[in-house]
């Protein structure tokens, strides 16, 4: 038997886009800083403006305007979430907390393929398991909260304006947010990356722990990958710990009956039928979780093309989303064709081995 390889190449069949959605997502990226910098000019000459003398025109039309667009700020009834700033949504109580904070954290794809240059243009850190929660000092005080907005603790911290008692020099209006993961068994706080720091926001900031800017939301442009070496639980458990015979995932109900992920665009794994909706008293909105039967999951060019899903009932209500397409993936994988460690080495290498080759090239004599 020939040696085991690990520079061989790494290839399966192709059940994601995963790929091109992260060459869209850097597109976008870079899109978005272009127009970021000509609203930053826009509006610096507009300033200019206003401020430079103009004796032919009167002030009355633009200081109306001005007047007119903060007073409609300031007394709008219900801003939506990404118009609150993290001092107004510190106010925030109950279920519109919730769902302000769950929707802050940036959240990484599951491994569902390997990515291009993984050796060349990728970072790898690891990171402790936990729960992943948002850290933000503000107001005198700290507060955690998890995926799904819910509050996880709250507490008196070092951060800046985190306690009542120190950094009095600070300003009263600064605040920190930090996104990090809670280490239940040694009751330890570990940042995964800096978000705020004193008010100063580090959403645009590269760094080189960070490929891509913060960005809310699922991201290709980060992935998650374990095995059995490294976590506890690879496969997903009930709330009873054990691993379920068939897999379970948790799909959001539309309005004509499809079940989609939470993924923008949300993918479609199957739809309901009317009569079957109105019997079981089930809406629009309602997360519903299901049991992947024997059929399994099919896929035709990279896109799924059929899902065998068998109806369990609704889900938890602490849940704020849907499971994402990477992450039924990624556990659909673990059950029938895991991506290995191996994988990742023999993709790396290959990948380095492909640099280094020696091109030919014809000399002119």
């Given at each position: 038997?020939a040696?085991?390889?690990l520079?061989?190449p790494?290839?399966?069949?192709?059940i994601?886009?995963?790929?091109?959605?992260?060459?869209?997502?850097?597109?976008?990226?870079?899109?978005n800083r272009?127009?970021?910098?000509?609203?930053?000019?826009?509006?610096?000459s507009?300033?200019?403006?206003?401020q430079s003398?103009?004796p032919e025109s009167?002030?009355e039309?633009e200081?109306?305007v001005e007047?007119?667009?903060?007073?409609?700020?300031e007394?709008?009834?219900?801003?939506s979430?990404s118009?609150?700033d993290?001092?107004?949504a510190?106010?925030l109580?109950g279920?519109?907390?919730?769902?302000w904070?769950?929707?802050?954290l940036?959240?990484?794809?599951?491994?569902?393929?390997?990515?291009d240059?993984l050796?060349?243009?990728w970072y790898?850190?690891?990171r402790?398991?936990?729960?992943r929660?948002f850290v933000?000092?503000t107001n005198?005080?700290?507060?955690?909260?998890?995926r799904?907005g819910?509050r996880?603790h709250h507490?008196?911290?070092?951060l800046?304006?985190?306690a009542?008692?120190r950094?009095a020099?600070?300003?009263?209006?600064?605040?920190s947010?930090?996104?990090?993961?809670?280490?239940e068994?040694d009751?330890?706080?570990y940042?995964?990356d800096m978000v705020c720091?004193r008010?100063?926001?580090l959403?645009?900031?590269?760094a080189e722990?960070r490929?891509a800017?913060?960005?809310?939301?699922?991201t290709p442009l980060?992935?998650?990958w374990k095995d059995e070496?490294c976590?506890q639980?690879?496969?997903d458990t009930?709330?009873?710990?054990q691993?379920p015979?068939?897999?379970?995932?948790v799909?959001?109900?539309?309005?004509n009956?499809s079940l989609?992920?939470?993924?923008d665009?949300?993918?479609?794994?199957?739809?309901?039928?009317?009569?079957?909706?109105?019997?079981?008293?089930?809406?629009s909105?309602?997360?519903?979780?299901?049991?992947i039967?024997?059929g399994?999951?099919s896929?035709a060019d990279?896109k799924?093309?059929?899902?065998?899903?068998?109806?369990?009932?609704?889900?938890?209500r602490?849940?704020?989303?849907?499971?994402s397409y990477?992450?039924v993936?990624?556990q659909?994988?673990a059950?029938?064709?895991?991506?290995r460690?191996?994988d990742l080495?023999g993709?790396i290498s290959?990948s380095?081995?492909?640099?280094n080759?020696p091109?030919?090239?014809q000399?002119?004599?």
């Amino acid at each position: 038997m020939a040696p085991h390889d690990l520079r061989r190449p790494f290839k399966r069949p192709a059940i994601s886009d995963q790929q091109r959605r992260r060459e869209l997502s850097l597109q976008r990226q870079a899109q978005n800083r272009r127009d970021a910098q000509q609203h930053a000019r826009c509006l610096a000459s507009t300033l200019l403006y206003l401020q430079s003398p103009h004796p032919e025109s009167t002030s009355e039309p633009e200081v109306e305007v001005e007047v007119e667009v903060e007073l409609e700020t300031e007394t709008e009834p219900e801003a939506s979430a990404s118009e609150i700033d993290i001092r107004q949504a510190s106010k925030l109580k109950g279920s519109q907390a919730r769902k302000w904070f769950a929707r802050q954290l940036m959240l990484p794809e599951w491994m569902i393929d390997v990515p291009d240059q993984l050796a060349q243009d990728w970072y790898v850190f690891a990171r402790p398991a936990g729960k992943r929660c948002f850290v933000v000092s503000t107001n005198g005080t700290t507060v955690s909260r998890l995926r799904n907005g819910s509050r996880l603790h709250h507490f008196p911290s070092a951060l800046p304006n985190g306690a009542r008692n120190r950094d009095a020099s600070g300003s009263a209006q600064s605040y920190s947010i930090l996104d990090c993961i809670f280490h239940e068994s040694d009751q330890t706080y570990y940042v995964v990356d800096m978000v705020c720091w004193r008010g100063y926001s580090l959403y645009e900031c590269t760094a080189e722990f960070r490929h891509a800017h913060y960005q809310t939301g699922n991201t290709p442009l980060a992935l998650v990958w374990k095995d059995e070496n490294c976590s506890q639980y690879v496969i997903d458990t009930d709330s009873k710990g054990q691993i379920p015979s068939q897999q379970q995932v948790v799909l959001e109900l539309q309005d004509n009956g499809s079940l989609t992920t939470s993924d923008d665009p949300p993918v479609v794994f199957g739809c309901l039928d009317g009569g079957f909706m109105q019997k079981s008293g089930l809406c629009s909105g309602n997360l519903l979780r299901f049991a992947i039967s024997n059929g399994g999951l099919s896929f035709a060019d990279g896109k799924l093309e059929k899902a065998d899903l068998h109806y369990l009932g609704k889900s938890n209500r602490a849940r704020a989303f849907a499971d994402s397409y990477s992450k039924v993936m990624f556990q659909y994988m673990a059950r029938h064709s895991p991506i290995r460690y191996d994988d990742l080495i023999g993709s790396i290498s290959s990948s380095i081995d492909q640099e280094n080759k020696p091109s030919d090239v014809q000399m002119d004599d």
